[in-house]
């Protein structure tokens, strides 16, 4: 098994429905993120989780809505989302967070991400 | 303010020379690491290499090196003996211990010609 391992692959929706993105670490790490890349973007970092705990929320609109029911599993749910919102949505996740203690545990490893496509 | 810049849009190179991609930051912070990840057309970011800002040695991993120069805020990547498998998107990233996120830089697009 890949360490980080995201699904669908490939997710085309409309702007009424309702759809969830699944990411599962098998690093036995403490912390997972929700990352948006769009084209012709830096990487928007939109939600972070550590020990099941949110952290931080980078002023993403109600229409994301994380969940995190362990340290292994986080979700996005998606519900009418608009267009703009088509991008790469990347996984990852970090055996440490925060200030304290080194770096090094703050290296992120990402999964394959899903590619959004909101008609 | 933190920043990371990667002034190099895009990159090719000949299959088997060594290349080196361009990533300055700027941080007050003295403690900070960074990381540079390669994202090929599949999507996956895929870590790289990782160097601590007290880490006396330049990181090196297989043909993946760190060119640290502390002074100049530079930590440039140097990749040996380039293969065709190495054409991606490379970005750059910091993380400074007094913030709670990694800020990635705008990232470098590397073609290798056969």
């Known amino acids: 098994e890949t360490g980080v391992t995201q699904t669908p692959r490939h997710l085309v929706m409309g702007m009424t429905n309702k759809k969830s993105l699944k990411c599962e670490q098998h690093l036995g790490h403490n912390a997972m993120y929700w990352y948006k890349q769009s084209a012709k973007k830096p990487l928007e970092l939109m939600f972070v989780y550590n020990f099941k705990e949110q952290t931080e929320n980078n002023s993403v609109p109600s229409r994301f809505s994380p969940e995190c029911p362990n340290s292994s599993h986080l979700f996005l749910h998606l519900h009418t989302l608009q267009p703009e919102d088509s991008a790469l949505y990347l996984c990852?996740?970090?055996?440490?967070?925060?200030?304290?203690?080194?770096?090094?545990?703050?290296?992120?490893?990402f999964g394959a991400g899903t590619r959004l496509s909101v008609l | 303010a933190q920043k990371i810049t990667q002034t190099q849009p895009g990159m090719f190179v000949q299959e088997k020379e060594a290349v080196t991609l361009d990533c300055t930051y700027d941080t007050s912070d003295p403690s900070y690491g960074l990381f540079w990840y390669k994202q090929p057309s599949s999507g996956e970011m895929i870590f790289l290499i990782y160097?601590?800002?007290?880490?006396?040695q330049n990181a090196t991993e297989g043909r993946y090196s760190l060119n640290f120069q502390k002074a100049r805020k530079s930590a440039n990547l140097v990749i040996s003996a380039s293969q065709l498998g190495d054409s991606a998107m490379y970005f750059c990233?910091?993380?400074?211990?007094?913030?709670?996120?990694?800020?990635f830089g705008s990232g470098t697009r590397l073609s290798i010609r056969p």
């Open positions: 990852a996740s970090s055996q440490g967070f925060g200030t304290s203690g080194s770096l090094a545990k703050n290296i992120q490893y």
């Open positions: 990233a910091m993380r400074y211990s007094s913030a709670s996120k990694i800020i």
């Open positions: 160097q601590g800002s007290y880490d006396q």
